[in-house]
């Protein structure tokens, strides 16, 4: 098991959004995974990490099934 990062010191954010908006956001998550540069062509700034963008990709996905589930409970 890989040794993750400090992140004690990040920021932590709320954000209100609408269900379209993290759809929109998953979409684009989506994108870019599959169409970023490989590694070596970006400088080391813009070098995220693989499994960043699976955990922002795990964490929209249960936001929509979230939504998903509630939209069919209420049905």
């Known amino acids: 098991m890989p040794i993750l990062p400090d992140r004690s010191g990040d920021h932590i954010f709320q954000v209100n959004l ?3 908006e ?10 870019y995974q599959e ?3 490989i590694s ?6 813009h ?3 693989t499994n960043e ?3 922002m990709k795990r964490i929209l ?3 929509m099934m979230e939504s ?4 069919a409970d209420g049905v």
């Open 18 to 20: 609408r269900e379209s």
């Open 22 to 31: 993290v759809k929109l956001l998953y979409n684009a998550v989506v994108f």
């Open 35 to 37: 169409n970023r540069p």
């Open 40 to 45: 070596g062509d970006r400088p080391p700034s």
């Open 47 to 49: 070098q995220e990490s």
């Open 53 to 55: 963008l699976q955990h």
């Open 61 to 63: 996905f249960a936001m």
């Open 68 to 71: 998903n589930y509630h939209a």
